[in-house]
């Protein structure tokens, strides 16, 4: 089955405690991203990659690291997480030509205290 | 900047009650204007992108269109598994981003 699959579901932090969500798709697509979602703000873009160790910065990338060291791997890296990332979490892949919308993950549900 | 907004922000139906929620934009370029509906508690799911003023898609219930302005998702009798959020999001011909509208969230009531 074509998916994206993030890992864990669940995931509750303390501050300052270097976490890591895991992304990965099964259908060779291009463009992967990372989005956050909080009420009242909606979807907002962390960061995106068009291809292998091909990143750039979305809307709200302060706080958060990515990498594509593989085509089917984008993980998303907190380094010293705080309370204002509490949140949830999703990932998203496409194939290039915009004809084909995003895939999401089933989301991450983050909470920091 | 880019900026997408939905209204109304909820809306109650009886099934079988057609209505049309509408989405809002500003984009110095646009290169895809783009629907998605959202389960509680699941990812977006992608319905249908539109890419140039005048262009139509359908999907069962669903017809999206667009202007220069504004794009509308038509709802012809709605039935209860049609109750999500849907979500709009434009692409700007320079960038990769993405920009998410916050949603309409519809309840089709039996």
């Known amino acids: 089955e074509a998916q994206v699959t993030q890992n864990p579901r669940y995931l509750i932090t303390v501050t300052g405690k270097k976490l890591t969500v895991t992304c990965s798709q099964n259908m060779n697509h291009e463009y992967m991203s990372w989005y956050r979602q909080d009420p009242g703000l909606g979807l907002r873009q962390i960061y995106y990659s068009m291809n292998v160790e091909v990143t750039d910065k979305g809307d709200v990338p302060e706080g958060y690291k990515v990498s594509r060291k593989e085509k089917r791997n984008f993980p998303l890296i907190l380094e010293s997480p705080s309370p204002n990332q509490t949140s949830l979490y999703f990932c998203?892949?496409?194939?290039?030509?915009?004809?084909?919308?995003?895939?999401f993950g089933s989301g991450t549900r983050l909470t920091v205290v | 900047e880019d900026q997408v907004t939905q209204s109304p922000e909820a809306l109650r139906l009886q099934e079988g009650e057609s209505s049309s929620l509408n989405c809002s934009y500003t984009?110095?370029?646009?290169?895809?204007l783009f629907w998605y509906r959202q389960d509680p508690g699941k990812g977006p799911e992608f319905l249908f992108t539109l890419y140039s003023a005048g262009e139509e898609k359908e999907k069962e219930r669903l017809k999206a269109t667009l202007t220069k302005k504004e794009s509308f998702l038509h709802i012809t009798a709605p039935k209860p598994e049609d109750s999500a959020t849907y979500l709009c999001a434009v692409q700007n011909t320079g960038f990769q981003k993405l920009v998410f509208g916050t949603g309409t969230r519809l309840l089709v009531s039996p």
């Open positions: 998203a892949s496409r194939a290039q030509g915009l004809l084909y919308g995003y895939t």
């Open positions: 984009v110095s370029g646009l290169r895809g």
